[in-house]
Nanobody, 116 residues
Framework: QVQLVESGGGLVQAGGSLRLSCAASGRIASINVMGWYRQAPGKQRDLVATITSGGRTNYADSVKGRFTISRDNAENTVYLQMNSLKTEDTAVYYC??????????WGQGSQVTVSS
């Protein structure tokens, strides 16, 4: 089992910045990919960014150039630095982890609200 605990959501004005953190515990040696998804009200959960244990990253087109995902393997933590936030970034952000055997785990979700 893997447990994911998120922190760092909140309210920010458009153009501002926030950083999300997600700490993993449990069978962390089995984790290959970590990342973030988000879900706005009435919409499906969509990919934001992922990072592999080797540091390869993948971003949704809508956040490229504004968001940066990083990973501290020693601390078993993944971060999402969000800059130049827009109102359309408002959503619940979920931390995600996938193991080498393709088991998937989710965090509890962190609300990010961007006001105009």
């Amino acid at each position: 089992q893997v447990q994911l605990v998120e922190s760092g959501g909140g309210l920010v004005q458009a153009g501002g910045s926030l950083r999300l953190s997600c700490a993993a515990s449990g069978r962390i040696a089995s984790i290959n990919v970590m990342g973030w998804y988000r879900q706005a009200p009435g919409k499906q959960r969509d990919l934001v960014a992922t990072i592999t244990s080797g540091g390869r990253t993948n971003y949704a087109d809508s956040v490229k150039g504004r968001f940066t995902i990083s990973r501290d393997n020693a601390e078993n933590t993944v971060y999402l630095q969000m800059n130049s936030l827009k109102t359309e970034d408002t959503a619940v952000y979920y931390c995600y982890a996938r193991t080498s055997t393709f088991l998937e785990y989710w965090g509890q979700g962190s609300q990010v609200t961007v006001s105009s």
